[in-house]
């Protein structure tokens, strides 16, 4: 039996007769969850000819990932998102290459949303926009109706593309290439 059962029981023998329940605190700060299908997205191993072109760079193709966050009690979520940064956007691999993360599609509560950057200091947001491209070091805010959404289910769905360029795109042996992202809820 847990501690929080056993002082409910304890705190019901103890009330008066009267038969009216003692109320019972709740906690006021949310417990919450993250997690991401699977945790790992593998793009298996590419030959120069299997990758594609795409603006420029060659490209092993997308991938998907869901993100899903999950509180207690309604909270505004704002996430950070951090990683090995390449300029303004995510390393992939040792060499040049990035990897583009966009948020494609966000849900809170089952509804859609809208996105946007964290700036100056954590209290200023840019513009909400309902796909956002996800840049190391920084935050974002989730906005309903351009003010800061309060929920207890936010779901993400992310794609992942990872982009190479020159002699990353035509190895002349085997390179590993990998990279990470690390969300983090904010308070």
Same mark, same amino acid.
């Given at each position: ?32 969850? *993250? ?72 849900? *809170? ?79």
């Amino acid at each position: 039996m847990n501690l929080r059962m056993m002082s409910y029981l304890l705190a019901l023998a103890l009330s008066p007769a009267s038969g009216a329940l003692p109320d019972i605190p709740q906690p006021a700060v949310p417990e919450c969850s *993250l997690s991401a299908g699977g945790g790992q997205v593998d793009f298996g191993r590419s030959s120069p000819a299997q990758l594609r072109p795409t603006a420029g760079v060659m490209t092993p193709g997308v991938r998907r990932l869901m993100v899903i966050v999950s509180c207690t009690l309604a909270q505004e979520m704002r996430l950070r998102a951090a990683g090995p940064a390449s300029g303004a956007a995510f390393r992939w691999g040792e060499g040049g290459g990035t990897l583009r993360i966009h948020i494609a599609r966000a849900l *809170l509560d089952g509804d859609d949303v809208q996105l946007a950057r964290i700036l100056a200091g954590d209290s200023r947001t840019g513009d909400a926009v309902s796909r956002l491209q996800l840049r190391p070091g920084e935050g974002i805010v989730v906005l309903r109706q351009g003010a800061p959404a309060r929920g207890r289910l936010l779901t993400l769905s992310l794609t992942l593309e990872p982009l190479l360029s020159g002699q990353e795109s035509h190895p002349r042996q085997r390179v590993r290439t990998d990279g990470w992202l690390d969300l983090t809820l904010l308070p």
